[in-house]
């Protein structure tokens, strides 16, 4: 199993561009999550997935978007991108209230 | 609002010192406590799920304990590659799948 994987690995932006940061499963987890990771700084949590067709808000969802078509699939939306949104993103899955499991991560530079 | 706490924020270890790292929250009914070994440049790792007071978990060199108000992560006789920062969340009965993570303790074990 590959488990958590993330694309792209870097990523620069100019102010205003937009972009996707894709994260796939293969651990058939029905939960899924978007974390961003600022230097020194614990994980806040962007959005969350109970399953296919079903996403809420966590602690810092403004400027982003998240669509569950699939099981497998939690892509992230980036509309507008402003320098804020520099960090490091990461994708997590679990089963149910279990641990989650990380992504490597993508490193989001917005100039 | 759940509230986790880590301390210290940094520590240096010489091989083989034992030490403690330490992590206090305040949670609105405590369903588990998570801790995770985050590399350089890499997603966090699961390590352990902690979730009634008096549990306590090993694995290697490492030992996780919990009481009602906070964990402690054991090292006991550290090595170089035990260099990471550790990270604790905390997930609450009312929370659903979310965790709240405390911000670090970044770990250097000296050879």
């Known amino acids: 199993n590959a488990g958590v994987t993330q694309t792209p690995k870097f990523r620069i932006l100019k102010i205003g561009q937009s972009m996707t940061l894709q994260c796939t499963q293969d651990?058939?987890?029905?939960?899924m999550y978007w974390y961003r990771q600022d230097p020194g700084m614990g994980l806040k949590l962007i959005y969350y997935s109970v399953g296919a067709g079903i996403t809420d808000k966590g602690e810092v969802p403004n400027g982003y978007n998240v669509s569950r078509s699939t099981t497998e699939d939690f892509p992230l939306r980036l509309e507008l991108a402003a320098p804020s949104q520099t960090s490091v993103y990461f994708c997590a899955s679990s089963y149910q209230r279990y641990e989650q499991f990380f992504g490597p991560g993508t490193r989001l530079t917005v100039l | 609002e759940d509230q986790v706490t880590q301390s210290p924020e940094a520590l240096r270890l010489q091989e083989g010192e034992s030490s403690s790292l330490n992590c206090s929250y305040t949670v609105s009914g405590l369903r588990g406590l998570f801790w995770y070994r985050q590399d350089p440049g890499k997603g966090p790792e699961f390590l352990f799920t902690l979730y009634s007071a008096g549990e306590e978990k090993e694995k290697e060199r490492l030992k996780a304990t919990l009481t009602k108000k906070e964990s402690f992560l054991h090292i006991t006789a550290p090595k170089p590659e035990d260099s990471a920062t550790y990270l604790c969340a905390v997930q609450a009965e009312t929370s659903g799948s979310r965790l709240t993570f405390g911000e670090g303790t970044q770990l250097t074990v000296n050879p």
């Open positions: 651990m058939n987890h029905n939960y």
